[in-house]
């Protein structure tokens, strides 16, 4: 490499590094300078003064350093998600500018280097409208502490989106007062964006488990109660918070016709349970649910009679709402209908999925409640030829022979031939006294209030004492064990059997005295028995294990 520096006139001296073979054969760096003092006609120098210095040393040092430097710039602009940079602040956090940006910037960010060294604006501008007020403050506060600047901000991109960036830059207090940053940004748009995505994972799991356990509460509500519109009331608070609804109505198809029966209302103002009605030819709505057998939306100016509404007024305001139809069994008995908060103007997917889980637990209610009123209807009728049956049998027989034996005794009393009548009376006290026990049977057949209020022992004590007692028998009753464990199980049915026990003692036998034993361990009731003496057959009594 030559080098020229002029001097007076027409002389100067010449520079060159050049290398040299030296006596061992190493190639030594010289540096040679030469000054010409006279030259020829020809311009050819014929006057020189030169010397010649190794610099070997500092050569090498030279190349060395420029390798370094070469390779760091290879590097980074070869960076794939980032790119590096140099800058130069005040202590007050304004900038002096860029002392040095890789390529990577051009590729990510479609800035040039030359561009962001010319003008320090033009990276600072490329960070996010809403990001730069708190960037900026973290970027003084750290040139204030000299601490790291660490931050992940969002950033335009070369294509115009917005992606995340990290940037790490290390302090330098330079002599003169100044910061020289060292730093790297780095797209992590990528890891962002899965972060995020966790977030919302997260958040959405929350959500549905809070969802899973409000459903629960629903349903174990709606299996309480056995009344169907106290249990709609109780859920109805928990129905609008879930759907964020202004207002939850519930309606049955009605037994002929077309028509729907509301069996409740949830508002803000509480649960109603007014009985309204709505035909299927007035409600849309209801008619594309009940014709699609799914959820059908409304938007915030669809007003329909199913959802609550007449026709609409300048002052109504509301959200999107939703309809659905109540399947229970395949067969279509009812329909769902939603009315959302004002600014609720939509579903979404979820949801729906939601509102159509509620609406299968709805259905299912409201069928279990049909089925429980045909089932208690049937009981009812069944009892009552129970006790039809039992008064022919029993009461009814005792009457018609008390009714003969007075017109017999009319009769023969018309004859002239009254006969004996003490004898008369005795059978008629007989008659009369066999059907008042046959009435009492019967009245406490029917589940006593005492079975409740007293439990099982109690109630049996009870019996003994309004039956078999005043049918002049002498009672005795004895209970061992955890009595108390018999009373949370099948209580109605146990008394049921030893009621039946008694029957059979009193009916069947001419006892004087009946005894009763219960027995309890902790695994089950281990019997319970008659003990009769007088004439009659004994008549054993025994509950098998498992019972309790």
């Known amino acids: 490499m030559r080098m020229r520096y002029p001097l007076m006139g027409d002389a100067a001296i010449d520079e060159l590094e ?30 020189i003064l030169g010397v010649a210095r190794d610099i070997t040393h500092q050569k090498e040092a030279q190349l060395a350093s420029e390798r370094r430097e070469a390779l760091l710039r290879t590097i980074s602009d070869t960076l794939p998600d980032g790119y590096l940079y140099q800058a130069v602040q005040r202590r007050d956090g304004s900038y002096i500018g860029f002392n040095y940006v890789s390529a990577g910037v051009e590729r990510l960010l479609g800035i040039t280097p030359a561009a962001v060294l010319a003008d320090v604006a033009v990276l600072l501008q490329a960070t996010a409208p809403d990001d730069r007020a708190w960037v ?13 600047f660490d931050v992940e901000m969002r950033v335009r991109k070369a294509d115009g989106s917005y992606g995340w960036f990290h940037n790490r830059a290390v302090p330098q207090l330079l002599p003169e007062g100044l910061i020289l940053w060292n730093g790297v940004s780095m797209e992590i748009t990528a890891r962002k964006e899965a972060d995020l995505a966790l977030v919302e994972a997260n958040a959405l799991l929350r959500q549905r488990l809070s969802e899973l356990a409000t459903l629960n509460q629903i349903a174990q509500t709606l299996t309480v109660w056995t009344d169907l519109p106290e249990g709609l009331r109780a859920i109805g608070p928990t129905l609008l918070q879930l759907f964020n609804a202004e207002r939850v109505l519930i309606w049955s198809r009605a037994s002929e016709g077309t028509a729907f029966e509301r069996l409740a209302l949830a508002d803000a103002a509480g649960v109603h349970l007014e009985v309204a009605r709505v035909d299927l030819s007035v409600s849309a709505a209801a008619r594309r649910a009940v014709l699609r057998r799914a959820a059908v939306l409304l938007n915030d100016q669809d007003f329909d009679p199913i959802a609550g509404e007449s026709a609409p007024t300048n002052e109504q305001q509301a959200g999107g709402g939703m309809v659905l139809p109540l399947i229970a069994s395949g067969t279509l008995i009812g329909l769902l209908a939603l009315r959302g908060a004002a600014g609720k103007t939509t579903y979404s997917p979820s949801e729906i999925e939601l509102a159509q889980t509620v609406s299968g637990l709805l259905a299912g209610a409201i069928d279990n409640a049909r089925l429980f009123r045909q089932s208690l209807a049937a009981s009812v009728e069944a009892e009552r030829r129970r006790l039809a049956r039992e008064l022919h049998d029993s009461v009814i027989q005792s009457l018609y022979s008390l009714n003969l034996l007075a017109a017999g005794w009319a009769a023969l009393i018309a004859k002239g031939r009254a006969g004996d009548v003490q004898a008369w009376f005795g059978q008629v006290e007989s008659i009369a006294l066999q059907a008042l026990k046959e009435m009492r049977l019967l009245i406490h057949q029917l589940r006593p209030p005492e079975l409740d209020r007293l439990g099982f022992v109690g109630a049996l004590r009870e019996r003994l004492d309004a039956v078999e007692g005043r049918a002049q028998m002498r009672t005795h009753l004895s209970a061992r064990g955890p009595v108390e464990e018999i009373d949370r199980l099948q209580t109605p049915q146990l008394f049921g059997a030893a009621q039946e026990a008694l029957n059979n003692v009193l009916r069947h ?9 219960v027995q309890v361990d902790v695994d089950h009731v281990a019997g319970r028995r008659s003990a009769i003496n007088g004439p009659g057959a004994s008549i054993p009594v025994f509950i098998p294990p498992g019972w309790v």
């Open 18 to 47: 050049y290398r040299l073979c030296g006596r061992d054969g190493a190639l030594r760096w010289m540096l040679g300078r030469e000054v010409v003092f006279a030259r020829n006609d020809r311009g050819e120098p014929s006057q």
């Open 136 to 148: 900026r403050a973290a970027d003084r506060e750290s040139c204030r502490t000299l601490s790291l």
């Open 509 to 517: 036998s001419r006892a004087t005295d009946v005894a009763v034993d």
